[in-house]
């Protein structure tokens, strides 16, 4: 089953480059790995392949609290990414197919339990990603490319560096041989791992590749690499990173903490001062990085903290379906006024209330309100921040680092409510008088995503007893 | 009775969710639904009054954390709920009559439920991070109802800032739950203990109080957080009602109230959070002076009755400091009745003057609108604490508050908020309703229909015997030493509050009796010491200017010249294997790739 999920979008994927009905063939595909990822998780089984046997290396795969998480938030935008955007004329094969590539790289990595293929996976579902961004994008579609591939293959090698120089001591790429290496390699590792994971997760100062990246991509690309791809970093921070070297973490903590304000604090006041909505929402994905960077912190601090494993995944998801949301709802709102400069936009609410309901919502989520899911991440973080608190003794590293990045609240919904309050109300404009409201065919994706940040808000223990 | 409460709080989010999904398109059900479904909740508060009961659903379990949904009902939660659906309910049926033309009267009304079922929580809540919950799902409805008109530039900037104001206020809020939480171990009200806090350092423990009072800052509209809420008169004037004057922005009194009882923080161990109190209750104490300043120099009937608002909840606010929640609840509780009842009053008048809310272009509405001029007068009867009117008790109790903690200063000050009140309120009496007409409005102004009078009268009886209710409604007056009298003991605060009521009619009587325009002009007072210049200076100076910079510093150092450099550098490189391969630049990136695929081998193999 776990077999199926990867193989089904890829040969889908191959179906569709030889000529088999692109969209139709990519929707069937989504929707049978929804449905065999609702099984995997209810009844999970472990598999392993061995293919390169001498080297020690098996594709095999598996399911645990975490990566079952992943994985249904994988399937659920890779779903809604399919709906979303507008494919242009001609170019069926390549938008629909790459789409299916980076899910089968994406759900592939979660589901490894090899540090091999878990890798691999994610390379194979990057390439995708800047050919996407290459051919199809928007704007300096070029120079966005290029930064984004620079920046992730320089990662990419700095964790491979990490990873190796890891497993060199572990003898074993599997998951389950992962324990801590010997106390004097560990600040190496972590180094590179913090560096090569980060980069990934565009954690600060190696975060200018994102939100022109995003801007440029097409819809579907931006949805999954900001949904999905992106977690990629974190989820092995956490799978791999606490595991073998939480001496090193617990070492750089003091830089962890400040490069994830430099992202809440230092990103937050760039997303500011965006005036592309594009833009605006690229950098605040960027952002809201920093918060998991502070379960990880909270984790780094002490690898018993209970609460900031839980948090970190959980917001993880939470963010994922909500700047998915996010990038669709914004690809409509291009369609129906042809703009998405801020000043340009006003009062379309008037003319489309059911776009700007939804936008609304998303963008509620996405400043943490409560009953949304990410509100339950967020306050898991902040708790985990002050989980490990002795009153007695002051604050910590963590406890400060907690307290700044909350002003982060603050200036996300100074952001978001601007931009909402600069689009959707006031007097009617130019670009907004006969804007079209939200196409039924538009709604599918949203509301999916929608309903998802609701129901997990609203009970985000249903996500949460996964991980017990 | 364990379920009961649960309908209290769900039913409104019912009524909420099906006019959403279900009656978008048909005003008359949704306005019907929307008002049953309160009338209900009115009928079950009723029942519930002084009963205790408790119920509880997991929500975050993991780990060391257990967060929950859950209602704790007690003497406090059970008196708040009648001031929240009775109220409530009174504003549902005025808005039937004030709404009745609106376009987008479906929305209006799901905003309410939305409130009313967000309020409920707050009032209902067991635990800190389901006050926290609620607490901001009220600021949402807040939004929504304040920029209703959203198509007007003014009422969107003013839900924009009502809503960010009070985000400011929930950072120290949050600040303040989690470290309560690292001190305490629990959430849950009915689990702390002052015991906690005793070994740590007292600049600790008030800072933990004092954050958390960051949020009642926001919320309540104190000093510095004031300026949003005499803007969010920009939503209809019901809502003012009951969202702006009497329920929620007296949340940050209750949620006080609720964790000082919680906690059991007493005059007698007030010394173990430090001088928290004092910062609170000058907080409340300067808040309602310069609010009432303000106030005089108002020309707008729902500004002033806006900043009169901020002014009584500065009391409130002040009792909280003194270490008497309950004189700041009891205040809590007659304000909510006399205010809901001004501002439906204000309401009804500018329904019938055509939305005209300049007083001075009003006048001679007493002949005219003879009902609501009536309960008008008794609503500022109550306010300026005419003797035996609900306002002149709770009052009283809070300058005995005062004098019981032996803060002359706070008492004096108390005394000339007292006359101020009195003086602008009837300034706007004599310049509103007595007199000639002073525009076309005014003079074609006649009584609101039966629907809206209805409410200001059930609100006028409120403004006389809600003290007489409290005994069973609120019952935590009766364990506190103000015992209601029909005549109140001849003592300083008596004669004093005397004193300021008849200074302050006198003083409104000579300068504003048969006026046509303003005697007075105090441009410091009329332009609200120019706070919200001063914030828009700040914002736009610092804030967005520092945004600006952060940003410039983004693009051209981090992103321009390190980065730049290496992908330009890269493109080099990439250029140069585009001369052997032929093929599209990304290609270096399959070369980078292969090269990392032969190091595994190779370091698996060979390492």
Redesign the interface.
Known sequence: MLFALIIIPLLAAVAILFGSPARLTALGASLTNILLAAAAVAFPVDVSLPILTDLGIHISLGLEGMNSIMLILSVIVTLTAIYSGNCPEGREKLWFSSILFISTGAIGAFLSTDIFFFYAFHELALIPTFLMIGILGRGDRKEAAWKITIYLALGSIVLLAGLLLATAHLDSFAFSDLKAIPAEHQNHVALLLIIGFGTLVSLFPFHSWAAPAYASAPVPVAMLHAGVLKKFGLYGLLRIGMVVAPEGMAYWLPWICVLLLGNIIWVGLVTLNQKRLDLMLGNSSVMHMGYIFLAIAALSANPDNSIAQPGAILLMFAHGISIALLFSLTSVIERKTGTLEIARLGGLAKTAPALAFLFGLAGMASIGLPGLANFAGEVMVFFAGFADWSPADGMGWVQVTTIIALWGVVLSAVYMLRAFRNTFQGPLVTSTQYAKDIHLDEKVPAYILAGTLLIIGIYPNLLLNLLK | METLPWFLLLLPLASAVIIQLALKYSATASSMLSTLSVVVTFIISCFLIGSTAEGYQ????????D?GIGYKLDQLATGMMIVVTGIGMLVHLFSLGYMKDDKAKARYFAGLSLFMFSMTGIVLASNF?MM???W??VG?SSYLLI?HW????SA??A??KA??TN??G??GM??GI??L???MGTVVFADMNVGHFS??CTC?TGAIILLIFCGAVGKSAQLPLHVWLPDAMEGPTPVSALIHAATMVAAGVYMMARVFLSLGITPENMEIIGNAPDVIAWVGGITSLVAALMATQQDDIKKILAYSTLSQLGYMVMAVGLIAPEAGMFHLYTHAWFKGLLFLGSGAVIFSCHHEQNIWKMGGLFKKMPITSITFLIGTAALTAVPFTSGFYSKEGILHAAEHAHNQPLFWLAVCVAALTTFYMFRLFFVAFLGQARDHGAEKAKEVPLIMWLPLAALAVMAFVSPWLSQSILPIAQSWDLNLHVMPPMNTAFFASIGAFTVGIAAAFVLYFGKDKDPVNIPLFRNKFYCDEFYARLIKYF??A???I??FF??FL??GM??GG??RS??GI?NMFRRYAQS???NS??F??AA??L???Y???F?
């Not at chain 2, 997991?58 to 954390?65: A, D, E, R, V």
């Not at chain 2, 959203?150 to 530039?153: A, C, L, T, W």
């Open positions: 997991p929500w975050i379990s993991i780990g060391g954390l967060l991070i926290f919950i609620f901001e799902l949402l920029g959203y198509q007007k530039n969107a900037d839900a924009k809503f960010l985000r400011i929930d950072f949050m600040i989690l470290m939480w690292g001190v070994g740590l600790l804030q967005d520092l945004a600006a952060i940003h983004d693009e981090i992103a390190i980065v290496l992908s890269a493109t990439g599209g630049n990304l990136y399959s980078l790739m990392g695929v190091l595994v081998i370091f698996t193999v390492y």
